[in-house]
């Protein structure tokens, strides 16, 4: 926001914690998409197995569209990896405890997204009188 000097808006995604919504109920949101194949889960690419294809886009400038891990730190400083906890939580679900991670994923059905609009450069340019 600050590099862009634009401000973004941040929308509260409140549901109730008891109830019809529950946690449960947003995470089963998920289903249909996963029996569909319709969710894809980032693997790790190791950088030393690029296809042709993968090495090629990283040197054109292109590597974050290369897989990659996510690693973070829990609340004890602990590395752990995203996408393993997230399959884990997906495997378990719903007889396990935490589905934190399923949840805060399954929270993309409460956003009101638009797709991307792409615009000619020309669009863009102002009219010569």
Known sequence: MRQENMAISIEELA???SGNNTKID???R????FQAHRFHVPYPT????LTSNQRRRTEEGYGHLVSRRIIRRDENGKLYDLGKRF???VAGFPYINKVDIIDAVARIFD???RAPVYHERGDLEPEHV
């Not at 998920?30 to 998409?33: E, I, Q």
């Open 15 to 17: 549901w109730a914690k």
């Open 46 to 49: 190791r950088s030393d197995r």
């Open 30 to 33: 998920l289903g249909p998409d």
């Open 111 to 113: 956003l009101d997204m």
């Open 26 to 28: 947003r995470v089963q």
């Open 87 to 89: 399959l884990a939580q």
